[in-house]
C-alpha cells in the first residue's frame, strides 16, 4: 500500500475574511463599513466586498486571490478606508488563527463605479490554512 497523504479541507475564504475584517475595522473605530462579499440591494455609504478572484494550494495551505472593492461617501474617504483595510490585512490573524499571512499585490486604485460613489479596489493574497479530514 502507497502512502497518501491526509485530505485536507480548507476554510471558506471570502466567509473567514469577511468575518475578521468586521472584527478588525470595529476595533478601529469603524464598525460601521458593511463587509461582505456581495453588493446589498440597498446600497451603503461605507462599503468593503471582498471576492476570491482565484488562488491555489499546496497541500496544507491554500492561497486565495482576493478581489477587495471599497466604497465611502468622498474619494478622499474612499482612500482612506482602502488604506485601512490594506494596514489591516497582516494582522487578520488575531480574528481567526486560519488567516496564516497577508500579502499586498496591487492597489488601492481608483476605479469608475456607475452609482457614482466613489470606488477603490486591490488584490490582495491571503495564506489560510486548511485542516485534515
Do not use: C
Not at 466604497?71 to 488575531?94: C, G, I
Not at 488563527?97 to 499585490?105: K, V
Amino acid at each position: 500500500m502507497t502512502w497518501q497523504p491526509a485530505p485536507i479541507l480548507f476554510p471558506d475564504a471570502e466567509l473567514v475574511l469577511t468575518g475578521a475584517f468586521r472584527g478588525a475595522l470595529a476595533a478601529h473605530a469603524a464598525a460601521d463599513v458593511y463587509v461582505s462579499r456581495s453588493v446589498p440591494s440597498t446600497r451603503r455609504p461605507r462599503m468593503l466586498i471582498l471576492n476570491r478572484d482565484g488562488g491555489a494550494s499546496n497541500g496544507v495551505r491554500d492561497r486565495p486571490r482576493i478581489r477587495v472593492r471599497v466604497w465611502d461617501e468622498t474619494d478622499q474617504k474612499a482612500t482612506d478606508l482602502a488604506r485601512l483595510v490594506l494596514a489591516l490585512a497582516p494582522s487578520l490573524s488575531a480574528w481567526d488563527d486560519r488567516i496564516l499571512r497577508a500579502e499586498i499585490l496591487s492597489g488601492p486604485y481608483e476605479v469608475a463605479e456607475e452609482s457614482g460613489q466613489a470606488l477603490r479596489y486591490a488584490l490582495l493574497e491571503f495564506h489560510l490554512r486548511g485542516e485534515a479530514l
